[in-house]
């Protein structure tokens, strides 16, 4: 009888849990983790030009990079909805920002570790030795800490977001504070010239 009681109780926490944490993902974050809110804007101070077939610029250093950036510093993006013909130009305007979304980024690493249970026919002997530091470092892969910024107008609607990210990073205390996802502050340091975000 305890331990029906018990299952269900667990079940009702389970439920509880998915469902806090998939409303969570709809929600903007509070301010004690994120300074910049919905209703502030992002004025963009300077025209950006997308390609043509593609859908994103990145800004870095308080200027537009193009399609590349340091991954190893923070840096932004705006993004725009649907990728066109011919090229996109973003003209400046003050965009208001409807939604904050957090998240993280993972780059694909080129060295993937050793699948040691893979080929059945390997002797125990061909494998290297285990080593603890060694697998803990494939336990955490590099990632970017960022945070979306949904961005609306009326004059230009295929303008997305604004993306700004931290360094990437596998944890490295040696990488902070550039691994930080950007606050505003630091995404105003990152943007320059380039845009403003304000109250």
């Known amino acids: 009888m305890f331990g029906f009681h018990f299952k269900n109780s667990l079940i009702a926490v389970t439920l509880v849990g998915v469902i806090s944490l998939v409303s969570g993902c709809n929600s903007n974050p509070p301010k004690s983790m994120m300074n910049v ?8 101070k300077q025209t950006i030009t997308i390609p043509a077939g593609k859908a994103r610029q990145f800004i870095q250093f308080g200027q537009i990079t193009g399609s590349g950036f340091d991954r190893r510093e923070q840096h932004c993006r705006i993004e725009i909805y649907e990728l ?14 409807e939604r904050v979304q957090l998240g ?3 780059i694909a690493q080129l060295n993937q570790p050793i ?17 603890p530091v060694l697998a803990l470092s494939y336990e955490r892969p590099e990632t970017m800490d960022l945070v979306h910024l949904y ?8 303008v997305y977001r604004l993306t700004c990210a931290g360094a990437l990073s ?16 630091e995404i105003n340091r990152i943007l320059g010239t380039v845009g403003k975000i304000e109250k």
Do not use: C, W
């Open 151 to 158: 961005l609306k107008s009326k004059q230009q609607p295929n």
């Open 170 to 185: 596998d944890g490295s205390m040696a990488d902070a504070p550039r691994s930080f996802r950007p606050q505003r502050t």
């Open 104 to 106: 993280e980024e993972q």
């Open 37 to 44: 809110q919905p209703g502030e804007r992002f004025h963009l």
């Open 115 to 131: 699948q040691m249970a893979a080929n059945l026919h390997t002797r125990t002997s061909d494998l290297p030795e285990y080593n």
């Open 84 to 97: 066109q013909t011919s090229r996109t130009v973003i003209q400046p305007e003050s965009f208001r920002i």
